[in-house]
């Protein structure tokens, strides 16, 4: 999983190795999804997120298929770097 700003403000997507496919992976226009971390079990992500405030970034995690993202951190400094 990487984050590229390819469609606008930068957002989640993967890449099949096999298949050279790219899929977006998270949602929305008006924020930016950036610096995933997966954990060892590989079901879940964190990333960093202005979904929540678009004035700063915050920690969110989410089902490795970003359904919906739940909010980590919650205060006015930066959250950045999720890891695990």
Do not use: C, Y
């Not at 004035?55 to 919906?68: G, P």
Request: net charge positive.
């Amino acid at each position: 999983m990487f984050h590229s700003d390819r469609n606008g403000r930068r957002k989640l997507f993967t890449l099949d190795l096999a298949t050279a496919v790219v899929t977006r992976v998270t949602e929305g226009r008006d924020h930016h999804d950036e610096d995933v971390s997966w954990p060892p079990d590989g079901t879940r992500i964190a990333f960093t997120t202005t979904r929540f405030d678009a004035r700063t970034w915050h920690i969110a995690v989410a089902s490795a298929a970003v359904v919906e993202a739940r909010q980590v951190t919650n205060h006015p400094a930066f959250s950045r770097h999720a890891s695990w």
